[in-house]
């Protein structure tokens, strides 16, 4: 069987990546050929801190043999980091290099036609510096799909997806509508019946607590329910508005494969609570499959050699097939 090579952005250079990325090539082994976009030296130097052991094969972008690698060494596109010295501070030193990164995944993805990408965490505070929400949104951009994408974070019992992703609290109920819910249940649908032969029982939240608000026109009123009956009319399976703070509760969680909820924390908390890091944060909608491990950076974890590489071995376990 011919796997199909998993492309890896290595992110931020001072994060837990290269750490967990070292830890899932020794716990897991794919059959996918991985390529990692990363400076050879920080790769190196990390490597070397951390006491892990590889041997690296250098290839370039335009190396036109992608599938008949294999694993038995880090299979590295080196991108020049100026500031090569391990464990420093998050700073947009590194924001032309994560820059770079990136645009030699999707080089290699469009060129290639291939389907898959994984990538590091970075800063959103300084990579992105409020030009994009998150990776999600700044992806959507690359490829031109802005608006239609989705962030879903996947476990095999549970996923759970936000309306609203990177947004203070305050401005959530100005980017909530009908068509951000179409979208959602659209795409989610599309990915369960694409990956797991199913059609995915849905359940969506309500914004408000319990649902309802003390103001004539609330948005379960004026959104949310007019998006679910237009959404079961059209044969999706689908319940809601649902009150968040119960919705939760383990007699309800064996009703549902998804919970979509109106913003980030609403959903992703609780997810966490239940799963650690046993899930895969996937982008629906991009032209390819793009999957970050459910962490950011943790930068107090730099250097200790101790962070847990679950979620980085099922985002390649979902990868490999």
Do not use: W
Not at 164 to 187: D, G, M, P, R
């Amino acid at each position: 069987m011919n796997y199909k090579p998993i492309i890896i952005v290595a992110g931020e250079p001072n994060s837990i990546f290269l750490e967990i990325f070292f830890k899932s090539l020794k716990q897991y082994k794919c059959k996918s050929p991985l390529i990692i976009i990363v400076s050879q030296k920080l790769l190196e130097g990390q490597m070397k801190k951390l006491r892990f052991n590889f041997k690296i094969n250098c290839i370039d972008k335009d190396f036109n043999k992608f599938n008949e690698l294999d694993n038995k060494k880090i299979n590295l596109i080196n991108v020049n980091y100026k500031f090569e010295r391990c464990f420093e501070k998050i700073s947009d030193k590194s924001n032309n290099y994560i820059k770079k990164t990136f645009e030699i995944a999707l080089e290699i993805l469009d060129k290639n036609k291939f389907s898959k990408l994984i990538n590091g965490p970075i800063s959103k505070k300084h990579f992105l510096k409020g030009k994009s929400l998150g990776i999600t949104e700044y992806l959507a951009k690359k490829t031109k799909k802005e608006n239609k994408v989705v962030m879903l974070i996947y476990n095999k019992k549970l996923s759970v997806s936000p309306i609203t992703t990177h947004l203070a609290l305050k401005n959530v109920h100005k980017h909530i509508s009908k068509q951000k819910i179409y979208t959602h249940v659209e795409l989610i649908t599309e990915f369960y019946k694409k990956n797991f032969n199913k059609k995915p029982k849905i359940a969506i939240t309500g914004l408000n607590p319990h649902c309802e608000s003390n103001f004539n026109k609330c948005e379960e009123d004026l959104i949310i329910k007019p998006a679910i009956k237009n959404l079961k009319s059209k044969n999706f399976t689908i319940k809601g508005p649902f009150s968040a703070d119960t919705i939760f509760m383990e007699e309800n969680l064996k009703n549902f494969d998804v919970i979509v909820g109106m913003y980030h924390d609403q959903v992703l908390s609780p997810a966490k609570t239940l799963f650690g890091f046993d899930a895969i944060n996937i982008t629906l909608g991009l032209p390819f499959i793009r999957i970050s491990p459910d962490h950011g950076p943790n930068t107090k974890m730099l250097g200790k050699n101790t962070s847990n590489p679950k979620s980085l071995i099922e985002a390649l376990k979902f990868l490999n097939k």
